[in-house]
């Protein structure tokens, strides 16, 4: 194949400001899903572990909704079907009137997705703290909310950060799809940047390096946090 490379049309403007705006699309998209994503994983998995059964069969229901239907789906779904369902004042908003709704219906559906994956992890972590560790909390007379802050989730959370980690990787990956409703994010632009040079290989090549980055640095920051949370070995 007699394919002409040509690596420094990448610094060129207005290719490398394309590039650099995917990212910050893409980092954005990661971290806003992310926040939504956390707590609202926690708390599903937390009822997870609920006592009552009708609450347990609740979060259950809403773990097989978003963790099991595709992410695309669930994208095309927040995007063309929602606001129809929505009253004529608010639909029209949510489609015409709110700054960059498709970047803010990408976050919903990366949000709701990923926290269907972080209620399973929740639980299981919840799970798997001793139970004479909740006995110890009820002997202080702690109550069941007490006992869950201060006793069983910073537990739970040391036992789950290596998961949690990866979940967070795959919400950056997750959101390359966020093309597919019009979000210019990192593979949308290097899809640009093909169209307008023809040369995909390089384009897609920086695409991979930036995602490469981005995954070393979370992995690293994720290491660093282990470290600092891990409990001292007693000697």
């Keep these: 194949m007699n394919y002409q490379w040509n ?10 400001g394309w590039l650099l705006t995917g990212l910050g699309w893409t980092v954005g998209l990661s971290i806003a899903g992310w926040l939504i994503a956390l707590p ?21 229901f809403y773990v097989s909704v978003f963790r ?3 992410l695309l789906l669930q994208m ?11 009253p004529a004042r608010l639909g ?38 001793p139970r ?11 109550n069941r909310a007490q006992a869950l802050r201060y006793v069983v989730m910073p537990q739970a959370l040391r036992i789950i950060l290596p998961p949690l980690t990866s979940e967070f990787l795959s919400i950056v990956k997750n959101s390359s799809l966020a093309l597919t409703i ?5 593979t949308a632009q290097s899809r640009q940047i093909e169209n307008f040079t023809f040369h995909g290989f390089e384009a897609f090549g920086a695409a991979t390096a930036f995602y490469v980055l981005v995954a070393f640095v979370l992995n690293l920051a994720m290491v660093r ?5 891990a409990l001292p070995v007693a000697v």
């Design 7 to 16: 690596w420094g049309l990448l610094i060129r403007d207005p290719y490398a």
């Design 40 to 60: 609202l994983g926690a708390a599903i998995g937390i009822a997870r572990t609920s006592s009552s059964n009708w609450v347990r069969r609740l979060s259950g």
């Design 68 to 70: 099991n239907i595709p």
């Design 76 to 86: 095309f779904v927040w995007f063309f079907v929602v606001p129809e369902l929505l």
């Design 92 to 129: 029209l908003w949510f489609k015409r009137d709110l700054p960059n709704p498709e970047f803010w219906t990408a976050v919903l559906a990366l949000a709701f997705y990923t926290s269907g994956r972080l209620a399973e992890l929740f639980r299981a972590g919840l799970q798997a703290v």
């Design 132 to 142: 004479g560790q909740r006995m110890a909390a009820d002997a202080t007379g702690m």
């Design 182 to 186: 019009g979000v210019l994010e990192l």
């Design 225 to 229: 946090l282990q470290r600092t949370l």
